[in-house]
């Protein structure tokens, strides 16, 4: 998520004012289309866990949540110094109550630095990935050197390195999350692998951290530069890369491909900018039918599109439900979905209240119904709960749990909760 949060708002700020036009006044959507219309809904408030300080408490959540034995665990991707330099993250816990613990300080070195992904829980253990550090050095990297790490975390407290991702043909900088299946961990980064393009890898590590890439992505058809994890279906993976510049230029603007634990890898679509451009969720899987949402394209916006809201079946072919931009239901979708009661829920970055201190809009909350094909807005962020969420939602008991990046208490993010 780190792109998103640097590159993507900049982007905002640019394109984002087309969004604040209304499809009823947008020549950009036909009036006949379901896409064109959001149905107007009454605010659903949002419950405010925790505000983090942006100091040992942690700051800039780009994490999903976990929830183990009724407390929610997850990583900000900054913050956690406790006098030392490096301000490299955290790994917290929440309860319902709204009470933070921080359960690891990330140092910047051998450890690893700035965690972007959520954590996995597996046989009474915590892991994750870092996006930096660890052994070794990457070219680029401002921090202490290191390509990113996997890690588990224990009930005591034991932070271990399980693997250090090498750089080169070995991959860096690992930002999905990882998924275990059949002992191992499986996984993206978003570069590294062939040296002729770096454009990132599929990786395998078993628990003991033996492993290493199983695909490298050539930047052709298949794409390249994956930012999120995969998703299981059936024993095969499926994933979405970003794949560089989009469609608008002549570029591409990313796939969305399955693979198999050995490495043999199928592209189901490839975007093009008017379907979608820039995959940044996960795919979800309801009544065997992939949905995902692409961070840029449509035609909603200008320059670069406010996102869509896309389906792909059995046979690959990809539909596109809903273009974000219009009557300010939110642009900028990214991060986890989920699914509850046969619906998808899902936030969008930027949009929704363009009266609060971003000037792209703080973001919302949505959910979408596939039996209608309707996107329904259920809450506009403002400052004081949190702006700018970027890791989506988890959805538990008929309640969404998510972070907001930005916001909060100053600009450092918070834990929030809400009832559709």
Not at 39 to 52: E, I, K, M
Not at 363 to 389: C, Q
Not at 402 to 415: C, F, I, K, P
Request: glycine letters at 20%; one cysteine or more.
């Amino acid at each position: 998520m780190r792109l998103i949060s640097c590159i993507g708002v900049a982007l905002c700020i640019l394109a984002c004012s087309a969004c604040s036009v209304g499809s009823a006044t947008s020549p950009a959507f036909s009036h006949s289309s379901p896409l064109a219309q959001t149905q107007s809904s009454s605010q659903v408030p949002v419950n405010v866990l925790y505000r983090f300080r942006g100091h040992l408490d942690g700051a800039r959540p780009a994490s999903d949540l976990l929830e183990v034995h009724g407390e929610f665990y997850g990583t900000t991707s900054e913050g956690g110094s406790d006098g030392r330099k490096c301000f490299c993250g955290t790994v917290f816990s929440v309860d319902g109550s709204g009470n933070e613990k921080i359960l690891y300080r990330f140092k910047g070195g051998g450890d690893g630095a700035n965690p972007e992904s959520g954590l996995i829980f597996v046989g009474g253990t915590f892991y994750g990935t870092t996006s930096f550090g660890g052994a070794g050095s990457c070219s680029g990297n401002s921090y202490s050197g290191g390509c990113g790490t996997i890690f588990s975390f224990d009930a005591s407290g034991r932070e271990r390195i399980v693997y250090n991702f090498s750089g080169g043909t070995g991959g860096q900088y690992p930002q999905g999350k990882l998924l275990p299946l059949n002992g191992k961990l499986y996984g993206t980064t978003e570069s590294g692998g062939l040296p002729s393009c770096g454009c990132g890898t599929v990786f395998a590590i078993d628990m003991a951290g033996h492993g290493g890439p199983i695909y490298s992505f050539t930047g052709g058809n298949d794409g390249g530069l994956p930012a999120t994890g995969l998703t299981a279906i059936g024993g095969t993976l499926y994933g979405t890369t970003t794949g560089g510049s989009c469609g608008f230029s002549g570029g591409k603007c990313g796939s969305v491909y399955d693979i198999s634990p050995s490495g043999q890898i199928h592209v189901d679509h490839t975007f093009s900018g008017s379907d979608g451009g820039y995959p940044w969720s996960n795919l979800v899987s309801l009544n065997g039918v992939l949905y995902g949402t692409t961070y840029e394209g449509g035609n909603g916006c200008v320059i670069s599109g406010c996102g869509t809201l896309y389906s792909i079946d059995k046979t690959g072919t990809e539909r596109v439900l809903w273009l974000f931009g219009g009557n300010n239901d939110g642009a900028k979708p990214v991060g986890k979905l989920a699914v509850l009661n046969g619906e998808i829920y899902g936030t969008t970055q930027a949009g929704g209240n363009y009266n609060c201190a971003a000037p792209y809009g703080c973001g919302t909350v949505y959910r979408f119904d596939p039996s209608v094909g309707r996107e329904f807005k259920l809450h506009d962020f403002a400052l004081s709960e949190g702006i700018a969420p970027s890791a989506g939602v988890i959805a538990r008991r008929s309640t969404l749990y998510a972070t907001a990046n930005q916001g909060g208490l100053r600009t450092w993010g918070s834990v929030f909760s809400l009832v559709p």
